[in-house]
């Protein structure tokens, strides 16, 4: 056990994955990156940000596919490679080009099983670079979790942390479904205790970072990191958080979301995605439904306007959800009063 | 006089503690309080534990408020005879706030040194964290069934005042290879004999808690010249009856409910056993091959739904000092079992305390252990 980025994590669960089953292959634009420098590496790239970087020279190039710039072709590839015995990791690097490659994602492989009458089975991951903060503009920045969760036969995996990402990337490899799963692009270098050996992280239970008594924050991915800052702050003004990390958006562990506002009696979700039809209306709705009588006061959502991301550095931090705009938001909720009818 | 005072400090209950908060202090400034009085419930991430006052005296100042989260070693409370005037208290806070926030600010310096590190001995790598330096003959702990050296964390530090203290994860367990042989007593006894060779002890204490205990048991038939003595906490091979419920749960349950449910028959007191205990044994448990070493284990230990060894005429064997610590409430293995042994075996039975009762009553166990070594051992 040693202190790896989130980026390491990634590339262990790969290596460690690509060793134990020789069936894992990966596929996508500069996972490999080509050659390059008076070195002569055969790796150069080794991934648009360094996450894949050596899995080639250890596997070769049967099984690090260095694909041109046509995600139709090769999401596609990787899909029927799936249904037909290979698992294969295919890297979309930025989820804003999934403009290019959808149908093969919605209409082939998250119907597969459906449509063949559950005899077939799709093990197809893909990974993909979301969110803002990056300065990467608006066709590089967006967290388009809500389109993938929106489709029945996906499924969608948001990791928090380096220990999420490596267990929850093994656990995507493992499954017998096509699975997204998103990186959060900023969170790279992030560290922590990450064990040496291969682990799983189930999907569909959702991870508590924290326990408290006044409110319920539901966060995704870079955003628990934010809830569990803005929980330090509110905890010393006396606020007691529970910190939810749903981990999966699909599946989603809708039991424990539930517990726990019925704990608290007050709600505040925090997504970086577009605001409408996100997760954050999405689990609102559920809230409404199902534990309405539990409330204490309106749910709050922590989310951004609804443009695209902005260029501009100051416009982009001022788009973004943050750990102020969390704590202002926990604050609101424990300040609400209800006002009796008369 | 200064050297009257003395500084109550937020304790270290577990490896992973940096800090905890003041859940309640169960003294009001002003009582007159004796050794192992109940001080104060402290709260960490994963557990509340009562912390109790290592003197008697008078207690005199508490520093910290109720809810309020500080790191370890940070000052909560002062004791001090109650002729000390409140100047020489107020002064030896000031004193004492200062040289901590300036420690503090050194870095990890001290700390990295109280850390688990991973040795080799032969095809197994084990995990193990040693504590304590001193003249006497070491300690080595030995956990359970699925358990790993953190299961010590109230006994470890605790029992390091004069010794080396010894704790470590059994193959197949926390942080060491997975590979359990054919899982039995004697498969273990022999990974642990081995690594009192490579540390080089010629001879130790053993305290083993439940498969543990037999684990010891079985260590002290194999090789006798090297166990000084005995302490056996709710082992295994003293009679049949296991709760498999129990062990069969533990191996099967992958998600934070299920294992919160099973973790409850190991204390009498079900609060004990919070979300992030399960999760830290979740932590373990989703490691590749844990499970399949739990179930090799399993089948070697507990074939047909109960105990397979039994350890009773070792026990009668045992030439050297053995004592016996078992929780009355015990939900795994009975307590009865600790019935119709020699009398020279001294027994600990303690009421309302359930499996584990090194975490459910440290300080009982503690003083147990060092009055057994003590006396007994001493003597004999």
């Known amino acids: 056990m040693s202190k790896k980025s989130f980026r390491q994590a990634i590339n262990e669960a790969l290596r460690q994955e690509m060793r134990r089953d020789p069936t894992v292959i990966l596929m996508g634009e500069d996972v490999a990156g080509g050659r390059g420098g008076s070195a002569g590496v055969t790796d150069a790239w080794g991934g648009v940000l360094g996450v894949t970087k050596g899995l080639y020279e250890e596997f070769g190039a049967t099984r690090v596919l260095d694909t041109p710039i046509t995600e139709a072709s090769y999401i596609g590839a990787a899909a029927g490679a799936a249904v037909t015995g290979l698992r294969p990791v295919a890297e979309l690097m930025f989820v804003d080009f999934v403009g290019c490659c959808l149908d093969q994602i919605m209409n082939q492989a998250a119907k597969f099983r459906y449509m063949f009458g559950g005899k077939a089975r799709t093990p197809l991951v893909i990974r993909a670079m979301y969110g803002a903060g990056f300065n990467a503009a608006a066709q590089h920045s967006q967290a388009l979790y809500p389109l993938f969760t929106h489709i029945p036969g996906l499924k969608v995996v948001i990791p928090s942390s380096p220990y999420e990402a490596k267990g929850l990337l093994i656990s995507a490899i493992r499954d017998d479904d096509p699975v997204i799963f998103l990186e959060n692009k900023v969170m790279y270098d992030e560290e922590e205790e990450v064990p040496d050996e291969a682990y799983t992280i189930p999907f569909g239970e959702a991870n508590l970072t924290r326990e408290g008594d006044d409110v319920t924050i539901v966060a995704f991915g870079r955003m628990v990191g934010f809830a569990n800052q803005a929980a330090d702050r509110l905890e010393k003004k006396g606020i007691s958080c529970t910190v939810i990390d749903p981990r999966t958006t699909s599946p989603l562990d809708r039991d424990t979301i539930l517990e726990c506002v019925a704990d608290t009696g007050r709600l505040v979700i925090v997504d970086e995605s577009s605001p409408r039809c996100n997760m954050a209306t999405d689990i609102a709705a559920l809230v409404a439904e199902e534990a309405f009588d539990t409330l204490r006061a309106p749910i709050r959502r922590v989310v951004p306007p609804h443009t695209p991301v902005p260029f501009a550095t100051v416009l982009e931090s001022l788009y973004m959800p943050s750990v102020e705009k969390i704590e202002a938001a926990v604050t609101a909720t424990m300040n609400h009063r209800v006002v009796e009818k008369v | ?380």
Not at chain 2, 129 to 143: A, K, N, S, Y
Not at chain 2, 173 to 200: M, N, W
Request: aromatic share 6%; with cysteine; glycine share 10%.
């Open chain 2, 1 to 380: 006089m200064a050297q009257d005072i003395t500084p109550i400090t937020m304790p270290k209950f577990g490896l992973a503690m940096t800090e905890g908060k003041i859940a309640g202090w169960l003294v009001e400034p002003g009582a007159s309080i004796t050794a192992g009085e109940e001080l104060v419930d402290i709260e960490t991430s994963k557990i509340t534990n009562t912390f109790e006052s290592p003197l008697a005296g008078t207690f005199r100042r508490q520093v910290a408020a109720n809810g309020e989260m500080l790191p370890v070693g940070a000052l909560i409370g002062v004791v001090a005879d109650a002729a000390v005037p409140d100047a020489d208290i107020d002064a030896f806070i000031t004193r004492f706030q200062a040289e901590f926030a300036e420690s503090a600010g050194d870095g990890e310096g001290d700390a990295a040194v109280d850390e688990p590190v991973t040795v080799t001995v032969g095809e197994y790598t084990l995990r193990l964290h040693e504590r304590g330096e001193g003249d006497e003959i070491p300690l080595v702990l030995i956990h359970g069934f699925g358990g790993d050296l953190k299961n010590w964390m109230f006994n470890h530090a605790a029992l390091a005042q004069g010794r080396r203290v010894i704790a470590f994860d059994l193959p197949g367990h926390g942080g060491s290879s997975k590979d359990v042989g054919p899982g039995t007593l004697e498969f273990f006894a022999g990974v642990t004999i081995r690594l009192l060779d490579h540390l080089d002890l010629p001879r130790v204490h053993v305290m083993g808690h439940s498969l543990g205990g037999g684990i010891a048991l079985t260590l002290a038939r194999m090789a006798p010249q090297r166990v000084a003595s005995l302490v056996l906490v709710a082992p295994a091979g003293l009679g049949r009856q296991i709760n498999m419920d129990f062990i069969n749960g533990f191996i099967a349950a992958d998600r934070v409910r299920a294992l919160q449910d099973v973790l409850k028959y190991l204390v009498h007191d079900k609060s004990l056993i919070g979300r992030r205990m399960a999760d830290d044994v979740l932590r373990y448990k989703r490691l590749d091959g844990a499970e399949a070493a739990l179930r090799t284990i399993a089948a070697a230990c507990f074939p047909a739904g109960q105990q397979g060894d039994d350890l009773r005429p070792d026990i009668q064997a045992a030439d050297m000092p053995v004592t016996l610590i078992w929780g009355q409430a015990d939900e795994v293995l009975p307590a009865t079992q600790a019935e119709g042994l020699p009398a020279a075996i001294t027994r600990h039975m303690l009421a309302d305390i359930g499996h584990m009762p090194q975490l459910e009553s440290a300080t009982a166990v503690n003083t147990i252990v060092e009055e057994f070594i003590k006396t007994k051992v001493a003597t004999s």
